[in-house]
């Protein structure tokens, strides 16, 4: 009963919040006609900041796969007002870890055993707390090093009624305005995040990966620790090194930043267009610098297989955009599926600049208001669902060109995958 009271509050929370957004815009709008330019342009960013900062309380609030959502849409910069990917950004950092008495319940009810049984040591702090699950770090009783993901016990039961609800709101807001229709963004959200409840898919898709790329020297994907895998605990090897945005140790580790930039890019690269898996949930967390510039990708829940007429398009919008051919993108935008207001070959590169460009640091906040600008004044108005996760991974290659400093931008150093695929 307490739990069907839980539920239904939970429920009512999100549909109250989606109202408060949804009128609150109205009125904006409503307002907006009747100021000049400047002024009107200042209300909806004032409105954009109010009602971001309410998406973020409610995800770390609610959690699950709000926080997941939110992590997700703050990566997009194609689809979302600046205001939104700046504050939905700060749900990377933002999940508490459950206490050890629940990690040490579901690892012994999964695998029917005592902990001191499975393993020589357990640390009862965690390495990291995501949206659906955190990683503790253990040692086997054979003296590997390894990494223990246990999946939060409540988590299966929310994301089914979190998915349910933000279909509904999404629906019924897609067909209220339909400027601003997002189902396909949600459709691929919903397909896509209850694959990561399964652990035992997870270390297939591991498995899979680390195969793919082995014979690239400048990338590492964990093994998977056989018998030490069930639907929700996945044991990998423990891999040592610096995050992404540890700066001091990631330099100390990888100094040739532009080479660094160029490893990152060229495992998604070969992920994307020759081998048509990747992962596709790329925030910095799941990168790990590793010394002489090598880099280990960690975290393969979210892994996406792209069809192979997907794949050749994509390497088409590469090659397209690497080479500044107008033509050639809307060739490519055609075969996909995407579809932007103006097709123009000098908006669309304008369009492109803004998606595939990395992004400066220290942009200022003029610099940041011409480039929101130029994206309402040419939109992507449609993309198919294959491509939403792609454009996680954009977003991430964005990021770190631009904070490592790379020459070249993602597309550039893309290209060499783009023809590899394009050459079959």
Same mark, same amino acid.
């Given at each position: 009963?307490?739990?069907?009271?839980?539920?239904?509050?939970?429920?009512?929370?999100?549909?109250?919040?989606?109202? @408060?957004?949804?009128?609150?815009?109205?009125?904006?709008?409503?307002?907006?006609?009747?100021?000049?330019?400047?002024?009107?342009?200042?209300?909806?960013?004032?409105?954009?900041?109010?009602?971001?900062?309410? !998406?973020?309380?409610?995800?770390?609030?609610?959690?699950?796969?709000?926080?997941?959502?939110?992590?997700?849409?703050?990566?997009?910069?194609?689809?979302?007002?600046?205001?939104?990917?700046?504050?939905?950004?700060?749900?990377?950092?933002?999940?508490?870890?459950?206490?050890?008495?629940? /990690?040490?319940?579901? +690892?012994?009810?999964?695998?029917?055993?005592?902990?001191?049984?499975?393993?020589?040591?357990?640390?009862?702090?965690?390495?990291?707390?995501?949206?659906?699950?955190? *990683?503790?770090?253990?040692?086997?009783?054979?003296?590997?090093?390894?990494? *223990?993901? /246990?999946?939060?016990?409540?988590?299966?039961?929310?994301?089914?009624?979190?998915?349910?609800n933000?279909?509904?709101? /999404?629906?019924?807001?897609a067909?209220?305005?339909?400027?601003?229709?997002?189902?396909?963004?949600?459709?691929?959200?919903?397909?896509?995040?209850?694959?990561?409840?399964?652990?035992?898919?997870?270390?297939?898709?591991?498995?899979?990966?680390?195969?793919?790329?082995?014979?690239?020297?400048?990338? *590492?994907?964990?093994?998977?620790?056989?018998?030490?895998?069930?639907?929700?605990?996945? *044991?990998?090897?423990?891999?040592?090194?610096?995050?992404?945005?540890?700066?001091?140790?990631?330099?100390?580790?990888?100094?040739?930043?532009?080479? !660094?930039a160029?490893? +990152?890019t060229?495992?998604?690269?070969?992920?994307i267009?020759?081998?048509?898996?990747?992962?596709?949930?790329?925030?910095?967390?799941?990168?790990?610098?590793?010394?002489?510039?090598?880099?280990?990708?960690?975290?393969?829940?979210?892994?996406?297989?792209?069809?192979?007429?997907a794949?050749?398009?994509?390497?088409?919008?590469? !090659?397209?955009?690497?080479? @500044?051919d107008?033509?050639? +993108?809307?060739?490519?935008?055609?075969?996909?599926?995407?579809?932007?207001?103006?097709?123009?070959?000098?908006?669309?590169?304008?369009?492109?600049?803004?998606?595939?460009?990395?992004?400066?640091?220290?942009?200022?906040?003029?610099?940041?208001?011409?480039?929101?600008?130029?994206?309402?004044?040419?939109?992507?108005?449609?993309?198919?669902?294959?491509?939403?996760?792609?454009?996680?991974?954009i977003?991430?290659l964005?990021?770190?060109?631009?904070?490592?400093?790379?020459?070249?931008?993602?597309?550039?150093?893309?290209?060499?995958?783009?023809?590899?695929?394009?050459? @079959?």
């Amino acid at each position: 009963m307490f739990e069907t009271v839980r539920r239904l509050r939970r429920s009512a929370r999100v549909g109250r919040t989606a109202a @408060r957004i949804y009128f609150g815009y109205k009125r904006t709008q409503r307002r907006a006609r009747k100021l000049p330019p400047d002024a009107a342009a200042a209300a909806w960013e004032a409105r954009h900041e109010e009602f971001a900062e309410t !998406l973020y309380r409610l995800a770390t609030d609610l959690r699950g796969l709000y926080i997941k959502s939110g992590q997700f849409i703050g990566t997009r910069t194609d689809l979302l007002p600046e205001a939104y990917t700046r504050s939905l950004s700060r749900l990377q950092d933002a999940v508490p870890p459950h206490p050890f008495g629940v /990690v040490r319940a579901t +690892i012994e009810d999964q695998f029917g055993a005592a902990l001191e049984d499975l393993f020589a040591r357990f640390d009862e702090e965690p390495l990291a707390s995501a949206s659906l699950a955190q *990683v503790h770090r253990a040692q086997l009783p054979d003296g590997r090093e390894v990494v *223990v993901k /246990v999946q939060y016990p409540e988590v299966a039961g929310l994301v089914r009624l979190d998915v349910r609800n933000m279909r509904t709101l /999404v629906g019924i807001v897609a067909r209220l305005e339909r400027n601003f229709d997002f189902r396909t963004v949600v459709n691929e959200i919903a397909s896509q995040v209850p694959l990561e409840l399964d652990f035992e898919r997870e270390a297939e898709m591991t498995r899979r990966v680390r195969q793919n790329l082995a014979h690239l020297p400048g990338v *590492v994907v964990p093994a998977v620790v056989d018998g030490y895998v069930r639907p929700k605990v996945l *044991v990998t090897e423990y891999v040592d090194g610096a995050r992404l945005l540890d700066a001091a140790r990631r330099d100390a580790h990888a100094p040739d930043r532009a080479a !660094l930039a160029q490893a +990152i890019t060229s495992a998604y690269g070969h992920q994307i267009m020759v081998d048509g898996l990747f992962q596709a949930d790329p925030h910095p967390g799941n990168i790990l610098v590793l010394p002489g510039g090598r880099v280990a990708l960690l975290d393969f829940g979210l892994t996406k297989e792209l069809p192979e007429a997907a794949r050749r398009g994509f390497a088409r919008l590469v !090659l397209g955009t690497a080479n @500044r051919d107008g033509e050639t +993108i809307i060739a490519a935008f055609r075969e996909l599926g995407v579809r932007v207001r103006n097709e123009d070959p000098e908006a669309i590169l304008a369009t492109l600049a803004i998606l595939f460009e990395p992004r400066p640091i220290d942009a200022g906040p003029r610099e940041l208001r011409e480039r929101n600008r130029a994206m309402r004044a040419n939109p992507v108005e449609q993309i198919p669902g294959d491509l939403v996760l792609l454009g996680r991974v954009i977003g991430l290659l964005r990021g770190v060109c631009a904070s490592l400093g790379a020459p070249l931008s993602p597309m550039q150093m893309l290209r060499p995958y783009a023809e590899q695929a394009l050459s @079959r």
